[in-house]
DNA sequence: GCATTATCGTTGCAGATGCAATGAAGTCAA
DNA sequence: TTGACTTCATTGCATCTGCAACGATAATGC
């Protein structure tokens, strides 16, 4: 199967060491998965469930679809972790008087003891991830990542 | 963990926002959705067989074992990748007489066909991506990510 | 050689996910 | 009011995934 032969094919000047999508996955990937394992050792937490509890536990009260506003993930992945966190206590749903459709989400103590521990795990975590990029580098992978996010929900 | 320190919230000083992973993971999913998208409608391929096409393409035949290597892909997912991949007519194995725990895995035409195609257009996506940053952006930005992947699969 | 250990790949199983379809509630206009 | 349409959230179902366990082969040490 050698395709060797040079004969220039289509896509072969396609980079996938490039390709920003790729890059952007493995990156994610690496550096999700050693703290994936703290959440789910110590609390039995799947990524989108840390992922809606700290959303809570940062910015306080909020319904599923702010959650889903925030942080793109999609309404029925928050759907099963909200339930997921109700059903071990960490948090309790609230009927809105305005919206029948929509129930507040608020963290219960436990919820937020989860939080700030593993708010305090998870700061450690990014820190060292800082020091490793240093200061410059670290704030402008964030505002290009943070103008990928935007863009990306922009133009889909 | 009674911290019930009147206002302070445990846990508070932890932003979010700027947790690196959570950003990395947000970034990923807006630039991987919409061409997630164009091979799942143009050949009912998960990212998984995307991305170990793409690496079977892009670098030329190898065992399962180099593509997880390369790829940082978890070699179930691999395993099950090929399988479906092969299943389709996409790649062939054949025997290493070498070793006999391995096979090389090489595209078919029509794998080729299918990657010279998407590499095509994910060519053209990753272009879009580069051309909102800019080349300096996009260079610095390729350059951090490489680094975490690296040290994240050293530092685990 | 022989036994032990390591590596490659697959599979079983439980759980997570994506997508389409649904139900419930709100909005708007005639 | 009615009816058409939209939004919020959940659920059914098929698929994908993670993890541990396994069989087969290779490498290592005695």
Redesign the interface.
Known sequence: ???ATEGA???????????????????????????HTIYREAYGMT?TQW?VL??L???GAMTARDICAL??IEKTKVSRAVAALEERGFLTRTPDSHDRRVEILSLTDAG??A??????R??A??QA??R??GPE??A???R??????A???A??
Do not use: W
């Open positions: 199967m050698n395709r094919e289509p896509g072969e000047d396609f980079d996938l060491g490039s390709f920003l999508p790729y890059l952007l996955n493995q990156a994610a990937e690496a550096t999700s998965s050693s703290f990524r992922r700290a959303n536990g940062r910015f942080s793109h937020r003891a939080f700030a521990d593993l708010g305090r998870a700061t975590y990014g991830l800082r490793r990029l580098d670290t402008r992978l964030e290009l990542l943070r103008q990928l996010i863009e990306g929900a133009a889909g």
